[in-house]
C-alpha cells in the first residue's frame, strides 16, 4: 500500500468521547443526534454511532436534527448546518 494512504498517527489518537445523558432520558436522543453531528464533523461518524445507538441517517432522529440545523444557522455554524442536511438528505434516499 502506497504511504500516501497510511496515517502513521491513528494509532495514537484516542477515540473521540461523547457525553449522553442516560439511555433512559427524554434528553437522550438529541443528544445522540448532536453527537452524530460532532463525529461527522471530526471525520468519524462511526464512534458516535458506536456511543449512540443510532446509525447515520436514523429516521427516528429527524426532528432532533432538524432543530440543530436550525440552531446552526441561527448561530452561524455553517458546517453543523451542512452535515444536519447531509443527514436529512441520507433518511430521505434511505
Known sequence: MSRAFVNEDAASEPEPRYVLPARESSDYAFAAARALLEGADQGNTRSAELA????WG???LVVHMRALIEQAETDGDD???R?????????EGA
Open 58 to 60: 436514523d429516521p427516528e
Open 83 to 91: 452535515l444536519g442536511r447531509r443527514y436529512l438528505r441520507k433518511v
Open 79 to 81: 458546517r453543523f448546518a
Open 52 to 55: 449512540t445507538g443510532y446509525m
